[in-house]
């Protein structure tokens, strides 16, 4: 209600695979070729998201892919082959080296970046790639590719009149989720707060259309429709000092989205971790990334470059989290 429908369905979301088709030990480490390690972090994750991996295993994208020259969706196709190949062992990912500038502009080949912009990058790289040969299409239909139908979620904005309680709703597409660490000790406080009322100040004055006037006014941002795998980034660069929050923010392993939706009513809406990048460094304009990742075994991994080693839960959960990846 209220969200335009799409005219075109480009990936029917009945067609996507939540659990792993084929179950195996963990793939290839990466190696890394100097400040590296935020493109393999990144890799890595996408790597052992199954819904994703499912689907560019079966090959479906490259047989029907009419780009000429960069496709990004090529190149995870061919990256997650090469990684899960039953004898891979550290690899070199060089066809998203060697194609950096076309996946982001700002990235720079020997220079430390940030994880989380080059994953932000690298899907919409994937978004283009599945949207090729498709012009014309409204915005509603672009948010159905296979990239969409995993990462992309809906959040809705309610304005409510304080004076009438009119309401205004707006909606807004996401692929990932940034979150204010500043004040939290958990993550679970942390999505609270965001789905919390906040009265709109003057300046941010509401013109209600029942009032027919400015008026005082809250705001309330709730996740309308859930994505099937939600990311998120828990800011860890202070903005107004620039300095690194490097305190521990609890996060469960097990996550229920269903209290932070617009309609908090029914079943819970659970969703399970699957992996986690972290940040190692005094600032975060340097230092390493590394992440842990959750196998097609049900086992999880430290992935650290080159190196793959088996870890408990226990310790993923102790960790100081930059990103986190949950499924449905």
């Known amino acids: 209600k209220g969200m335009a429908l799409p005219q075109r369905i480009l990936f029917p979301p009945e067609k996507i695979c939540m659990d792993w088709q084929q179950r195996q030990r963990p793939g290839a480490g990466l190696l890394n070729l100097g400040n590296t390690c935020y493109i393999n972090v990144i890799l890595q994750c996408l790597t052992y998201t199954p819904p994703l991996a499912n689907y560019l295993l079966s090959c479906e994208h490259s047989q029907s892919c009419q780009q000429q020259g960069f496709c990004m969706m090529c190149i995870m196709e061919m990256h997650i082959r090469k990684v899960l190949h039953p004898s891979a062992c550290a690899i070199l990912p060089g066809a998203v080296l060697r194609d950096l500038k076309f996946i982001g502009e700002e990235f720079e080949y020997g220079r430390q970046e940030n994880a989380y912009e080059f994953l932000r990058c690298t899907l919409n790289a994937m978004q283009r790639a599945c949207l090729s040969g498709s012009s014309d299409l409204d915005i509603s239909s672009q948010e159905t590719t296979i990239i969409h139908q995993i990462f992309g979620g809906f959040m809705r904005s309610r304005v409510t009149c304080l004076s009438c309680q009119a309401v205004a709703d707006s909606y807004k597409a996401f692929l990932d989720v940034s979150l204010d660490i500043r004040a939290a000790s958990s993550l679970t406080s942390v999505l609270e707060d965001c789905v919390t009322h906040k009265e709109l100040d003057l300046k941010e004055c509401f013109k209600c259309s029942k009032c027919k006037k400015k008026v005082a006014a809250s705001k309330r941002i709730t996740i309308h429709r859930a994505p099937r795998v939600l990311t998120l980034c828990l800011e860890r660069a202070d903005q107004r000092t620039g300095k690194k929050i490097s305190k521990f923010v609890e996060y469960p392993e097990y996550l229920d989205l269903r209290p932070?939706?617009?309609?908090?009513?029914?079943?819970?809406?659970?969703?399970?971790?699957?992996?986690?990048?972290?940040?190692?460094?005094?600032?975060?304009l340097e230092g390493h990334f590394f992440c842990y990742t959750k196998a097609s075994n049900g086992l999880w991994y430290k992935m650290d470059d080159e190196s793959v080693d088996s870890c408990d839960t226990h310790t993923v959960l102790g960790q100081q989290a930059y990103l986190l990846f949950y499924a449905r």
């Open 260 to 284: 932070y939706m617009s309609d908090t009513a029914g079943e819970p809406l659970l969703c399970s971790l699957y992996a986690i990048v972290v940040h190692s460094g005094d600032t975060c």
